[in-house]
């Protein structure tokens, strides 16, 4: 009868200790599925953010900080722009510093897809586009085709009125379109 009790009780810690490991599992899961899906959808409205904040903040009161960004009216290596970095990354910083803390909870990542689209702008804004690396100079790809006439067609106008195609990442469909069509030749 001792024997019986003893594998009984064996068996029924080992169950719970799978069930638990399987719980934990489940759970680890599901919460490095919402942790994705907060990365991926703070970087999506990043898209939006951008917009709005160059329009009105960029090319509105903090212009004196963007105009050399433009007239190219600075010179050396860095440009008044280039606070811009900092300005946006103190807040990525803290975001992400205050989730730690809380555990690595939403915050954190919502921090980090900040800083995923601030590694992507300056990789694609500052290096491919503007190429102050000389690194990816040449493309046949439609869509990075299309990103750097849109962008083009952003410093056209010199002066803080007037602009166009203010995002980043999206590209109007007009030029898309005019690369579309050469890369099938």
């Known amino acids: 009868m001792r024997k019986k009790r003893t594998w009984h009780l064996k068996v029924t810690c080992v169950t719970r200790l799978r069930f638990y490991k399987y719980s934990e599992q489940k759970s680890f899961k599901k919460r490095t599925a919402m942790n994705f899906l907060i990365v991926f959808i703070t970087f999506v409205l990043m898209e939006g953010a951008t917009w709005l904040i160059h329009k009105y903040i960029m090319h509105g009161f903090l212009w004196t900080l963007h105009k050399d960004h433009h007239d190219h009216s600075t010179e050396g290596a860095f440009e008044r722009n280039d606070y811009f970095f900092v300005i946006f990354a103190l807040p990525t910083i803290a975001l992400m510093y205050f989730g730690s803390l809380a555990n690595f909870n939403y915050v954190f990542f919502i921090g ?3 800083m995923l689209y601030g590694m992507t702008y300056f990789f694609v804004h500052d290096i491919f586009i503007h190429q102050r690396f000389k690194f990816l100079t040449r493309t046949n790809n439609p869509y990075f085709m299309a990103l750097r006439r849109a962008h083009k067609q952003h410093h056209k106008h010199i002066g803080k ?7 980043f990442l999206y590209v109007p469909f007009k030029y898309f379109k005019m690369y579309a069509k050469t890369s099938k030749k």
């Open 112 to 114: 980090l897809g900040i």
């Open 161 to 167: 009125e007037h602009g166009e195609c203010f995002g």
